[in-house]
């Protein structure tokens, strides 16, 4: 109903509010001030520069970090995927504790994580927490928070920490995962392993 109104009070009268040149004025102004903001943004030049900025150049450089040296990049990156693919299937992670049910406002909390990486490095993977607002009708992500400290506690097991601080009020769902993390990646999720609590 509001785009029937639009066009009945606004643009038809618009349209048709013809002077003596027999066009109307006002019509071609607006056309005009379209023409000048929206082909600069919607043109072949346009989707040609987005494209050689966000894909060709990085696949360019992403190219020479792997072919460089002899592919020393490219050698590093397969051992380092061959180890991974070798180790994931017994790595594992679990909840050290369960969090609080209520956080107080700009209040500082823990949480903790115990990581059995099976031979693996802690350099070797990522474990983020990320938080949704729980009045959102789809899981959008709001924000992602790195488990940024590292203890060992055995050969092949490790605890990682967060400490956090709620950015706002309400209810909030907390979900944690971890995934293989390497520097020559393409694509951060490129392995595709992936655990969630």
Known sequence: TDLLEILEKQVVPLYY??????????????SKASMRTLIPRFNSLRMFTD????????ARKQS???????????NKLS????????AWPKVSMTLVAKPPTCIHYNK????EVKANLDGLNPEDVVVECLTNDAMEDTLATQH??????????????YLFSL????????????????YPSHPLLSHKFEMGYMIWL
């Open 108 to 111: 500082q909390f823990v949480i």
């Open 17 to 30: 509010s013809r002077d003596s040149h027999g066009y109307s004025t006002g019509w071609v102004k607006m």
């Open 79 to 86: 051992e380092w995927k061959r180890k991974i693919r070798q």
């Open 64 to 74: 020479k970090k792997l072919t460089d040296d002899n592919s020393l990049g490219a």
């Open 144 to 157: 992602n928070y790195l488990f940024s400290k590292v203890t060992r506690v055995s050969d092949s097991e």
């Open 51 to 58: 494209y050689a900025k966000k894909f060709y150049v990085q």
């Open 163 to 178: 400490e956090m601080k709620p950015e706002n009020t309400g209810l909030h769902y907390f979900e944690i995962r971890m």
